[in-house]
C-alpha cells in the first residue's frame, strides 16, 4: 500500500522554510500531496494559479529526485477531509518553534479525533530557515528589502516582479 502523505499550506508564497520540510517529507512518503488552502475571506498576494505553478517548479524536481510522486493541489474545506479526499494516511506539519508545535499538537489532536486514519507527522525546521515565514517575506518585499535569501530563486523572480507592480 504506498504511503500517501498530504503537506497543506497557503504558500503565499513558496519559502526556503516550506523547501526545507519538503525535502524531508518526500523520503517519508511514496506520494507528495502538497495542497493550497483556498479561502474566500484571504486575500493572497499570489493568486491560486501562481501558488500551484511556483509549487510544481520548486517542489517536483525535489520530489522526483528522491523516487517520490508528487501533485499540487486545492482545498476549500477542513484539512483532514482534504487529507482523507486525497487518500493520504500522512499529514505533514512542519515546525518552527515552540509556539508552533503548541498549535499543531491541538491540530493534531482535533484531526486524530475526526480522521482516525490520518497521522500527524511533525517536520521540524532546519536551524538556517527557523525564522522564516512568508508573512515576512510578503512584509520584507512590501518594504523593497531584500527577500532573496528567503526564498528559491524562481519565487524571488516571480515576487520582485509582483511588488514592482
Known amino acids: 500500500m504506498p504511503r500517501i502523505a498530504l503537506y497543506p499550506g497557503s504558500f503565499d508564497p513558496v519559502t526556503n522554510g516550506h523547501l526545507d ?11 507528495l500531496i502538497v495542497a493550497v488552502a483556498v479561502h474566500s475571506s484571504k486575500a493572497p498576494l499570489f493568486s491560486t494559479e501562481e501558488r500551484l505553478t ?3 517548479e520548486v517542489f517536483a524536481p525535489v520530489a522526483a529526485k528522491a523516487g517520490c510522486g508528487f ?3 486545492t482545498y476549500d474545506n477542513l484539512t483532514v477531509a482534504a487529507a482523507q479526499k486525497s487518500g493520504a494516511t ?8 515552540g509556539t508552533d508545535l503548541d498549535y499543531e499538537m491541538q491540530l493534531a489532536g482535533m484531526n486524530q479525533t475526526m480522521a482516525p486514519d490520518v497521522e500527524t507527522v511533525f517536520v521540524p525546521a532546519s536551524n538556517d530557515v527557523r525564522p522564516i515565514t512568508a508573512t ?9 528589502g531584500n527577500f532573496a535569501p528567503f ?4 519565487v524571488a523572480a516571480r515576487l520582485r516582479a509582483k511588488v514592482s507592480t
Do not use: F, Y
Not at 520540510?21 to 506520494?31: I, M, P
Not at 500522512?90 to 518553534?97: A, E, H, P, S, T
Not at 515576512?136 to 523593497?144: D, E
Not at 526564498?151 to 524562481?154: G, I, L, R
Open 21 to 31: 520540510v519538503v525535502q524531508r517529507a518526500v523520503h517519508l512518503c511514496d506520494r
Open 90 to 97: 500522512l499529514m505533514i506539519r512542519g515546525l518552527r518553534d
Open 71 to 73: 501533485e499540487a493541489t
Open 54 to 56: 511556483m509549487l510544481g
Open 151 to 154: 526564498v528559491p530563486a524562481s
Open 136 to 144: 515576512l517575506v510578503r512584509q520584507i518585499a512590501g518594504m523593497g
